[in-house]
Nanobody
């Protein structure tokens, strides 16, 4: 009974910026980790950035220095600020979260529906 709702994708020119948001809704005891993955046409889904409950972050090498992941614990929301976008960043971006929804069950892994990011002139 947890849903991840994404927003913020769109079309942007090379060098531009976008900010993605992902809010977790439903029965939530604890969010262990939240992150972003992406999948370009014909390619496998890949990790973009993640953040765990202690605040540590991890980035794919190709986005380091350009993308920033952050989290608002009060809103159960994770953000991905994307700057200096390149055409190769074009993909469907998926939010991912490991959430404990009940005190009586282990944590589960959840995915958002995906949001398209297109970088093109």
């Amino acid at each position: 009974q947890v849903q991840l709702v994404e927003s913020g994708g769109g079309l942007v020119q090379p060098g531009g910026s976008l900010r993605l948001s992902c809010a977790a809704h439903g029965s939530i005891v604890r969010i262990n980790a939240m992150g972003w993955y992406r999948q370009a046409p014909g390619k496998q889904r890949e990790l973009v950035a993640t953040t765990i409950s202690g605040g540590s972050t991890n980035y794919q090498d190709s986005v380091k220095g350009r993308f920033t992941i952050s989290r608002d614990n009060a809103k159960n929301t994770v953000y991905l600020q994307m700057n200096s976008l390149k055409p190769e960043d074009t993909a469907v971006y998926y939010c991912n979260a490991e959430i404990k929804g009940s005190w009586y069950r282990p944590s589960d892994n959840y995915w958002g529906q995906g949001t398209q990011v297109t970088v093109s002139s």
